[in-house]
């Protein structure tokens, strides 16, 4: 039987019962299979390895034909996998991966061959084998090695706000105890930030979640509905402004249980996001609380720079904030935010 | 009359560069910015006094820092990037001679670059 015979034969016909069978097998893998003759620089290919390198017709097959498709890249480690293959103080092994052209036109796909060279007193006779198109599986290797790395980046992104937060802290903390519960909730609440960021996908996140999310720390469902009150559009944070929105929210909140409008029983906080100029107006006002006091304590340090500075940088914005005769009231105006999708 | 040493600060993780500002203050070190972004930091080259720059390599949506870099280069002033990437940090050759911190940064290392460097501007 001839190479010719074997391609232009269907499968069905193939008398011989282990022939037809791995014929079958090979064909539903996707397998090609080759044998390159050495001593005359002559290769046999099936259909399928015709078909990656894009080369048909019975054009006799040269070593410089097979390496033309291959990426010039790959071509240095193409020659070395071969020159190890075919070398009689070796283990006549061949097996490599490399990225080929086809002659033909087409995308480029990742090649995997595998092949044993035999020997007749230690000169190459024949190397046989495979090849595979194996692209999914690099494009799949290749994904998951951005992902890792991405992951990476977060995972130190994040240590480092850590180490931020932990260093912010002192200014205002009067004692270990009070330094270690100020960065404990500080530290749960860039946590609570993340699991928006992980439920999300790390895509925008709704400015209504991030609130219900820094005020259950401290309040029950109930509470929440009754005493944090919002009017207006719900809209959506950047992903990279998620963690700072989280945190000065988280402030507001501590602020108001400490000093504010949540250090009473009857006390309320109004949380508004109107447009207004091009703009939006983000409001935190407190009322019915106890007489409103400038901040003090440990809150002064790291609440008051995260709400004065930090986070208007983060959202090109500007903040105020009043001490008004009703209580504590903090306004943030910014640039317009995308509405929250439906 | 010696003046403070000022050092201009980029980096788009505000939390991080407050930290910072915070920590180079304690050291009797005046902190231009921070900028969170290289436009607004080039804005400032011109305009500001500093002796020392800190630049974040990664600012968020693709953008680096090399421009606000190369504006040093130009100037002959001191700076080193800081970068949570590590080695794998996408900067070109040109920069193959300045000095790199990974986050988070060593205060002490940070600080004894600084003074290196300013040193000459204070006296």
Known sequence: MTENDLKQRPVADIADPTERRIQAALRAARIGVFEFEPQTNTAFWDERVRELWGISGNDRITYEMVLAQVHPDDRALHDAGTAKALDPDGDGRMDMTYRVSPKSGGPMRWIRAEAECAFENGIPMRLVGTVKDVTEQREAAERNRLLVNELQHRVKNTLATAVAVVSLSREGADGIDTYFSAVDERLRALSASHDLLRRTDWSPVALTDLLRSAAMTLLSPEEYRQRILFSGDDVEFPAKAVMTMGMALHELVVNAAKHGALSNQDGRIDVTLQSANGGDILTWTESAGPEPTEITGRQSGFGTLLLKEILPLELSGKSALAYGADGFEYNLTVPSLERRRA | MTHPTRVLVLEDQLLLAFALKAMLGENDIETVGPFANAQSALAALDEEEFHFALLDVNLG??????????????????????????????????????????KPVNVQRLLAAINQTSAGVQS
């Open chain 2, 61 to 102: 949506d693709g953008e680096t820092s090399t421009p606000v870099a190369d504006a040093l280069l130009i100037r002959e002033k001191p700076f080193v990037f800081v970068t949570g990437y590590g080695s794998a940090a996408p900067l070109p050759p040109r920069f193959d001679h300045v000095d790199r911190f990974l």
